[in-house]
Antibody, heavy 115, light 108 residues
Framework: EVQLVQSGAEVKKPGESLKISCKGS????????IGWVRQMPGKGLEWMGI????????RYSPSFQGQVTISADKSISTAYLQWSSLKASDTAMYYC????????WGQGTMVTVSS | EIVLTQSPGTLSLSPGERATLSCRAS???????LAWYQQKPGQAPRLLIY???SRATGIPDRFSGSGSGTDFTLTISRLEPEDFAVYYC?????????FGPGTKVDIK
Protein backbone atom coordinates (compact mmCIF):
# COMPACT_ATOMS: atom_id res chain seq x y z
CA GLU A 1 0.00 0.00 0.00
CA VAL A 2 1.28 3.43 -0.95
CA GLN A 3 1.22 5.68 2.09
CA LEU A 4 2.74 8.63 3.86
CA VAL A 5 2.92 8.40 7.64
CA GLN A 6 3.60 11.56 9.60
CA SER A 7 5.05 11.97 13.07
CA GLY A 8 2.79 12.63 16.02
CA ALA A 9 1.31 15.78 17.46
CA GLU A 10 3.65 18.28 19.08
CA VAL A 11 3.18 20.89 21.81
CA LYS A 12 5.95 23.45 21.96
CA LYS A 13 6.74 26.84 23.49
CA PRO A 14 7.50 29.96 21.45
CA GLY A 15 11.17 30.12 20.50
CA GLU A 16 11.67 26.35 20.55
CA SER A 17 12.83 24.36 17.54
CA LEU A 18 10.93 21.51 15.90
CA LYS A 19 11.35 18.96 13.13
CA ILE A 20 8.39 16.88 11.96
CA SER A 21 8.60 13.96 9.58
CA CYS A 22 6.77 12.23 6.76
CA LYS A 23 7.75 8.66 5.88
CA GLY A 24 6.85 7.20 2.52
CA SER A 25 6.30 3.51 1.87
CA UNK A 26 4.97 1.26 -0.87
CA UNK A 27 6.58 3.20 -3.71
CA UNK A 28 9.94 4.51 -4.94
CA UNK A 29 10.45 7.45 -2.56
CA UNK A 30 13.11 9.10 -4.71
CA UNK A 31 10.88 9.23 -7.80
CA UNK A 32 8.18 11.56 -6.48
CA UNK A 33 8.09 15.09 -5.11
CA ILE A 34 6.95 15.55 -1.49
CA GLY A 35 5.17 18.79 -0.60
CA TRP A 36 4.12 20.37 2.69
CA VAL A 37 0.81 22.12 3.30
CA ARG A 38 -0.31 24.18 6.30
CA GLN A 39 -3.86 24.41 7.56
CA MET A 40 -4.44 26.81 10.41
CA PRO A 41 -7.42 26.09 12.68
CA GLY A 42 -10.67 26.59 10.77
CA LYS A 43 -8.86 27.89 7.68
CA GLY A 44 -7.94 26.78 4.19
CA LEU A 45 -4.93 25.02 2.72
CA GLU A 46 -1.64 26.88 2.22
CA TRP A 47 1.15 25.48 0.07
CA MET A 48 4.49 25.80 1.84
CA GLY A 49 7.03 24.11 -0.39
CA ILE A 50 8.16 20.92 -2.05
CA UNK A 51 11.25 18.72 -2.34
CA UNK A 52 12.44 16.10 -4.81
CA UNK A 53 14.15 13.51 -2.59
CA UNK A 54 16.39 12.15 -5.33
CA UNK A 55 18.47 15.35 -5.58
CA UNK A 56 16.94 17.49 -2.79
CA UNK A 57 15.77 20.11 -5.28
CA UNK A 58 13.55 22.30 -3.07
CA ARG A 59 11.07 25.08 -3.83
CA TYR A 60 9.45 27.33 -1.24
CA SER A 61 6.44 29.58 -1.23
CA PRO A 62 7.61 33.18 -0.69
CA SER A 63 5.30 33.23 2.34
CA PHE A 64 7.34 30.49 4.01
CA GLN A 65 10.84 31.06 2.58
CA GLY A 66 13.22 31.66 5.49
CA GLN A 67 10.58 30.61 8.03
CA VAL A 68 10.91 26.85 7.62
CA THR A 69 13.35 24.33 6.16
CA ILE A 70 12.29 21.36 4.05
CA SER A 71 14.66 18.42 3.75
CA ALA A 72 14.69 14.72 2.98
CA ASP A 73 16.71 11.63 3.86
CA LYS A 74 16.27 9.24 0.95
CA SER A 75 18.06 6.45 2.80
CA ILE A 76 15.07 6.17 5.14
CA SER A 77 12.38 7.45 2.73
CA THR A 78 11.55 10.38 4.98
CA ALA A 79 10.90 14.06 4.37
CA TYR A 80 11.10 16.72 7.05
CA LEU A 81 9.72 20.14 7.89
CA GLN A 82 11.58 22.11 10.51
CA TRP A 83 11.48 25.37 12.40
CA SER A 84 14.39 26.95 14.27
CA SER A 85 12.25 29.28 16.39
CA LEU A 86 8.53 28.61 16.64
CA LYS A 87 5.90 31.31 17.01
CA ALA A 88 2.34 31.05 18.31
CA SER A 89 1.19 31.73 14.74
CA ASP A 90 2.80 28.43 13.65
CA THR A 91 -0.02 26.59 15.44
CA ALA A 92 -1.63 24.53 12.70
CA MET A 93 -2.09 21.14 11.12
CA TYR A 94 0.72 20.29 8.71
CA TYR A 95 0.25 17.79 5.91
CA CYS A 96 2.74 16.19 3.58
CA UNK A 97 1.58 15.11 0.14
CA UNK A 98 3.12 13.13 -2.70
CA UNK A 99 3.64 14.74 -6.09
CA UNK A 100 2.91 18.30 -7.14
CA UNK A 101 -0.76 17.40 -7.45
CA UNK A 102 -1.00 15.67 -4.07
CA UNK A 103 -2.19 12.19 -5.00
CA UNK A 104 -1.35 10.71 -1.59
CA TRP A 105 -1.54 12.62 1.69
CA GLY A 106 -0.20 11.97 5.15
CA GLN A 107 -2.59 11.96 8.07
CA GLY A 108 -1.35 15.34 9.29
CA THR A 109 0.74 16.50 12.25
CA MET A 110 -0.86 18.97 14.64
CA VAL A 111 1.64 21.52 15.98
CA THR A 112 0.57 23.65 18.93
CA VAL A 113 2.79 26.53 20.02
CA SER A 114 1.78 28.07 23.32
CA SER A 115 3.49 29.57 26.32
CA GLU B 1 2.43 34.03 -7.89
CA ILE B 2 -0.86 32.77 -9.32
CA VAL B 3 -3.87 33.70 -7.18
CA LEU B 4 -6.86 31.35 -7.34
CA THR B 5 -10.39 32.55 -6.60
CA GLN B 6 -13.18 30.08 -5.93
CA SER B 7 -16.89 30.73 -6.18
CA PRO B 8 -19.28 30.53 -4.59
CA GLY B 9 -17.92 30.53 -1.06
CA THR B 10 -20.76 28.30 0.08
CA LEU B 11 -23.13 26.21 -2.01
CA SER B 12 -26.30 24.95 -0.31
CA LEU B 13 -27.85 22.05 -2.18
CA SER B 14 -29.92 18.92 -1.59
CA PRO B 15 -28.82 15.32 -2.21
CA GLY B 16 -29.40 14.41 -5.84
CA GLU B 17 -28.82 17.95 -7.10
CA ARG B 18 -26.02 19.04 -9.41
CA ALA B 19 -23.14 21.09 -7.99
CA THR B 20 -21.03 23.42 -10.10
CA LEU B 21 -17.92 24.92 -8.49
CA SER B 22 -15.73 27.53 -10.13
CA CYS B 23 -12.00 28.23 -9.84
CA ARG B 24 -10.50 31.26 -11.57
CA ALA B 25 -6.76 31.95 -11.84
CA SER B 26 -5.09 35.37 -11.96
CA UNK B 27 -3.02 34.18 -14.93
CA UNK B 28 -3.05 31.19 -17.22
CA UNK B 29 -2.32 27.87 -15.52
CA UNK B 30 0.56 26.17 -17.30
CA UNK B 31 -0.50 23.06 -19.20
CA UNK B 32 -3.82 22.96 -17.27
CA UNK B 33 -2.00 21.70 -14.20
CA LEU B 34 -5.06 22.26 -12.03
CA ALA B 35 -6.23 19.89 -9.29
CA TRP B 36 -9.37 19.62 -7.18
CA TYR B 37 -9.49 18.24 -3.66
CA GLN B 38 -12.23 17.29 -1.24
CA GLN B 39 -11.76 17.76 2.49
CA LYS B 40 -14.09 16.57 5.23
CA PRO B 41 -13.80 17.69 8.88
CA GLY B 42 -10.92 16.04 10.67
CA GLN B 43 -9.56 14.44 7.52
CA ALA B 44 -6.70 15.09 5.13
CA PRO B 45 -7.61 16.40 1.70
CA ARG B 46 -8.33 13.83 -1.02
CA LEU B 47 -7.35 14.32 -4.65
CA LEU B 48 -10.38 14.21 -6.96
CA ILE B 49 -9.19 15.66 -10.27
CA TYR B 50 -5.76 16.43 -11.74
CA UNK B 51 -4.75 17.92 -15.05
CA UNK B 52 -8.04 19.85 -14.96
CA UNK B 53 -10.13 16.89 -16.11
CA SER B 54 -8.56 13.53 -15.16
CA ARG B 55 -10.20 11.68 -12.28
CA ALA B 56 -7.85 10.35 -9.61
CA THR B 57 -7.82 6.66 -8.76
CA GLY B 58 -11.06 5.47 -7.18
CA ILE B 59 -12.99 8.70 -7.70
CA PRO B 60 -16.62 8.13 -8.80
CA ASP B 61 -17.60 9.32 -12.26
CA ARG B 62 -20.15 11.75 -10.83
CA PHE B 63 -17.13 14.02 -10.29
CA SER B 64 -15.86 15.76 -13.41
CA GLY B 65 -13.50 18.62 -14.10
CA SER B 66 -13.23 20.95 -17.06
CA GLY B 67 -11.58 24.17 -18.17
CA SER B 68 -8.29 25.59 -19.34
CA GLY B 69 -6.32 28.80 -19.20
CA THR B 70 -7.75 30.76 -16.28
CA ASP B 71 -11.23 29.25 -15.82
CA PHE B 72 -11.90 25.83 -14.37
CA THR B 73 -14.98 24.00 -13.13
CA LEU B 74 -15.65 21.02 -10.89
CA THR B 75 -19.05 19.42 -11.42
CA ILE B 76 -20.71 16.86 -9.18
CA SER B 77 -23.53 15.46 -11.28
CA ARG B 78 -25.74 14.16 -8.46
CA LEU B 79 -24.79 14.91 -4.88
CA GLU B 80 -24.52 11.95 -2.56
CA PRO B 81 -24.68 12.44 1.24
CA GLU B 82 -20.91 11.83 1.49
CA ASP B 83 -20.16 14.66 -0.96
CA PHE B 84 -20.99 17.45 1.47
CA ALA B 85 -17.55 18.83 2.24
CA VAL B 86 -15.12 21.63 1.38
CA TYR B 87 -13.55 21.64 -2.09
CA TYR B 88 -10.24 23.29 -2.98
CA CYS B 89 -8.59 23.91 -6.31
CA UNK B 90 -4.80 24.07 -6.66
CA UNK B 91 -2.56 25.02 -9.54
CA UNK B 92 0.71 23.11 -9.79
CA UNK B 93 1.98 24.48 -13.07
CA UNK B 94 4.22 27.18 -11.62
CA UNK B 95 5.78 27.48 -8.20
CA UNK B 96 4.46 28.45 -5.69
CA UNK B 97 1.72 25.86 -6.22
CA UNK B 98 -1.15 27.87 -4.75
CA PHE B 99 -4.54 26.78 -3.44
CA GLY B 100 -7.85 28.54 -3.74
CA PRO B 101 -9.76 29.55 -0.60
CA GLY B 102 -12.26 26.70 -0.93
CA THR B 103 -15.98 26.21 -1.58
CA LYS B 104 -18.10 24.63 1.12
CA VAL B 105 -20.91 22.43 -0.16
CA ASP B 106 -23.48 22.02 2.56
CA ILE B 107 -26.90 20.46 2.88
CA LYS B 108 -29.85 22.71 2.10
Amino acid sequence: EVQLVQSGAEVKKPGESLKISCKGSGYSFTSYWIGWVRQMPGKGLEWMGIIYPSDSDTRYSPSFQGQVTISADKSISTAYLQWSSLKASDTAMYYCARQKQGDIWGQGTMVTVSS
Amino acid sequence: EIVLTQSPGTLSLSPGERATLSCRASQSVYSSFLAWYQQKPGQAPRLLIYGASSRATGIPDRFSGSGSGTDFTLTISRLEPEDFAVYYCQQYGSSPFTFGPGTKVDIK
